[in-house]
Structure formats: structure tokens, C-alpha cells
Nanobody, 125 residues
Framework: QVQLVESGGGLVQAGGSLRLSCAAS????????MGWFRQAPGKEREFVAA????????YYAESVKGRFTISRDNAKNTVYLQMNSLKPEDTAVYYC??????????????????WGQGTQVTVSS
């Protein structure tokens, strides 16, 4: 069992930055792929970014590429999402999730085993 707790969300003006954190329980954190997803009101939960177990491989949605950066610190059991140049369309609840499968699609939310409770990000225009 893995528990995930997100933090760092809030209200920011367009063009601003936020850094989300996701703290995970469990001694095997370093063997999992981790992902960030987001869900805006009335919309499906969508992929934002993912990172391999060592942090050497990252994946991004086209909509955030060049603005967001995913990283992880396995010593702290934490994954981060640095969000720069935020836009109103980035407004959503952001969730981190664990993908423990050896072979899977990191962009497919159904491939993830555990989810955090989410943190709200609101970008005002």
C-alpha cells in the first residue's frame, strides 16, 4: 500500500509559478514511476507529466511541455512539479499517482495504482 499527499497548490496570476510536491509513504518509492494528472471541472482527468524510477526519463503533455518540469528525490520519497508561465487553462485539481507496472503507458491514467487526494491550482487572468 502506498499513500500519497500532495501540497503546494494555490491561487496565482497568469504568468506566475507554483511548485507542487507529492510525498509518498513506503520504502519502495524509488522503484515506481510517478505521474501528475489534472482534472478541471466538467472534464476528464488528463495526463500532465511522468518520471521514471531514477528520474532520468521524463514525459510531458504537449500542453505543458517547456513550462512544467517534473522531478523526484527518492531520498525524500517526494516527486515535484514545477509549473512556470501558468495560464488560466492550467486551472484544475492536480493529482500525483504511482505506476508500479513494469510495462505500461505512463500517459494512461488506468495504468496507475495509487492516487493522492489532489491539490487545487487556480490561475487568474
Amino acid at each position: 500500500q502506498v499513500q500519497l499527499v500532495e501540497s503546494g497548490g494555490g491561487l496565482v496570476q497568469a504568468g506566475g509559478s507554483l511548485r507542487l510536491s507529492c510525498a509518498a509513504s513506503g520504502r519502495t518509492f524509488g522503484s515506481y514511476r510517478m505521474g501528475w494528472f489534472r482534472q478541471a471541472p466538467g472534464k476528464e482527468r488528463e495526463f500532465v507529466a511522468a518520471i521514471g524510477w531514477s528520474g532520468g526519463i521524463t514525459y510531458y503533455a504537449e500542453s505543458v511541455k517547456g513550462r512544467f518540469t517534473i522531478s523526484r528525490d527518492n531520498a525524500k520519497n517526494t516527486v515535484y512539479l514545477q509549473m512556470n508561465s501558468l495560464k488560466p487553462e492550467d486551472t484544475a485539481v492536480y493529482y500525483c499517482a504511482v505506476n508500479s507496472k513494469i510495462i505500461s503507458s505512463v500517459r494512461d491514467k488506468s495504468e496507475y495504482d495509487y492516487w493522492g487526494q489532489g491539490t487545487q491550482v487556480t490561475v487568474s487572468s
